[in-house]
């Protein structure tokens, strides 16, 4: 019967230290980096320095103590080491994955929620259309179609207020809801107006609603999206290292 020799262990000890390492500087202390930057020359140097310690401590035990030691005794702890190694493999494996499910599902949360802000912000704009249009023609046409887009935009603007996280985005779609209100208001007002020139009044005032809410709407979104971007190198990250522990 024979044990692993030093270099197998040496080896294997090594591949723990630059798996843990990598996970080590895998989790997000801030901005991402785009996933094309060079890993920091001081993560290589510590990795490097660390592998070449723990090859030297290796073949150092392999030839002094060890050879003092019963066979039972250098194979037990021989078993016993990389039993050790594969669990910490392992978890760092188990680990990276966790992260990267949390980050996967935020980046889908952010993704779905910025395409119903760009729903929000399409029906709303077809909304003050509808609403300009009125002014000059007074047909059922427009009343109808204000009332249809409004019908969207309230169905929106409630599935954005269940799905929104962050108490900034839900306050910006609180607001929304309110403004889009008093839009409707202005325009209850403007069908039940006597002349062109007292519509084209309301209008107005609607369109001081509305400039303000469409560039809120698009802020919202603009943020959702550059949360993603922030968040989609990192997954890229976390799942290189779970990669990198099945592997």
């Known amino acids: ?38 890993p920091p020359a001081i993560w290589i ?29 250098r194979l037990g702890v021989g078993f016993g080491s990389i039993l050790l190694l594969l669990l910490v493999v392992a978890g760092a494996g188990s680990l990276a994955l966790y992260r990267g ?26 909304m003050r259309i509808a609403a300009k249009d009125f002014v000059t023609t007074e047909s059922n046409a427009s009343v109808q179609q204000y009332k249809e887009r409004k019908e969207k935009v309230d169905e929106f603007v409630d599935r954005a207020i269940h799905d929104l996280t962050t108490d900034a985005h ?41 400039e303000p809410l469409d560039v809120a709407v698009e802020n919202l979104k603009l943020d959702l999206v550059a949360n993603q971007d922030r968040v989609g190198p990192q997954i890229a990250g976390v799942m290189a290292t779970a990669k990198l522990a099945i592997a």
């Open 101 to 126: 499910a949390a980050g996967f599902t935020e980046y889908r949360t952010d993704a779905r929620n910025s395409v119903l802000a760009g729903r929000i912000q399409a029906n709303f704009l077809k």
């Open 45 to 73: 140097g510590a990795t490097v320095l660390a592998v070449a310690l723990l090859a030297v401590a290796g073949w150092v035990l392999a030839r002094t103590r060890m050879k003092r030691w019963t066979v039972p005794a």
């Open 170 to 210: 839900h306050q910006t779609i609180l607001e929304v809801q309110r403004q889009v209100a008093v839009h409707a208001e202005l325009f209850a007002k403007m069908q039940q107006a006597g002349s062109q020139e007292a519509r084209h009044e309301i209008n107005v005032k609607m369109g001081a609603i509305g």
């Open 1 to 38: 019967m024979h044990t692993l020799p030093p270099v197998g262990r040496s080896r294997i000890i090594g591949a723990a230290v630059v798996l843990l390492s990598h996970e080590l500087t895998a989790a997000p202390t801030g901005p991402a980096p785009s996933s094309d930057a060079p």
